[in-house]
């Protein structure tokens, strides 16, 4: 991977040659920095069309080197909307995570510890299925409806969606952004069961229930690379 000294640290990314393209351009993607540049550049040049750009990729820094992620361990402290829970790892027959918010507890047994992540994120999936759930009976009344059924996903695009026929989806990673993060995908949803699109109207309906949403959709856009690394890559960014 070819690298760039941006603020006394090599980064690396990710370099597509695009014969249509005429001007190099670059992309945060949750697996770090993209560029596309057209097939005949040379590499220098690209380098320093990347170089040029510093002040705005170090205000990204932290989308820029994806971490690997840190094995996650027993009595580790895991993000859960506004709060933490504890892991707690033991040796188990059977493979089982459990996620109880209310204890402030996440449980993983397995009988091998390179599982610990995967049945992490399916207690984390479990614990979705319920709250978002509960979100969207408490949220249907303000919007004028319902969904036919909800669904729970790891999309590598987007936190919800929303089909023709009433199906409303979320990932379960949202379980790990601030409360009212969540909350706001949970209305954006809702709302396109009255208004597939993102017309004025939509919005209106969105920004009186959540007079706040920009601000939401905003940490999504500043911190969706967190989410997509986390659990166990430090700290929740703070709220807006
Ligand atoms: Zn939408």
Redesign the pocket.
């Known amino acids: 991977m070819p690298e760039v000294m941006l603020g006394g640290r090599p980064v690396p990314y990710q370099l597509v040659r695009n014969p249509r393209s005429r001007h190099v351009r670059m992309t945060l993607t949750p697996d770090g920095l993209r560029v596309s540049a057209p097939s005949r550049l040379p590499e220098r040049e690209v380098h320093r069309a990347v170089a040029s750009k510093e002040r705005w990729l170090l205000r990204h820094a932290d989308k820029l080197a994806p971490a690997p992620p840190i094995p996650l361990v027993d009595g580790m402290a895991l993000p859960f909307l506004d709060g933490e829970v504890e892991l707690g790892v033991r040796e188990g027959a059977r493979a089982t995570g459990a996620l109880t918010p209310l204890e402030g507890r996440l449980r993983v047994r397995t009988p091998d510890p390179l599982r610990v992540r995967e049945l992490v994120e399916r207690a984390y999936r479990d614990a979705a299925r319920e709250w978002f759930r509960l979100q969207c009976e408490d949220h249907a009344q303000a919007i004028g409806a319902g969904p036919a059924s909800i669904g729970i996903r790891d999309p590598r695009t987007?936190w919800?969606?929303?089909s023709s026929s009433g199906a409303v989806s979320f990932s379960w990673r949202l379980l790990m952004a601030p409360a009212r993060v969540a909350e706001y995908v949970v209305v954006?949803?809702l709302?396109?069961l009255v208004h597939l699109?993102?017309s004025p109207a939509?919005w209106d309906l969105v920004a009186s229930v959540r007079p706040g949403h920009r601000e939401e959709s905003a940490w999504l856009a500043e911190h969706g690379a967190w989410l997509w690394r986390s659990p166990g890559t430090g700290p929740r960014p703070p709220c807006p």
């Open positions: 987007r919800g969606s929303c954006h949803e709302a396109h699109d993102h939509f």
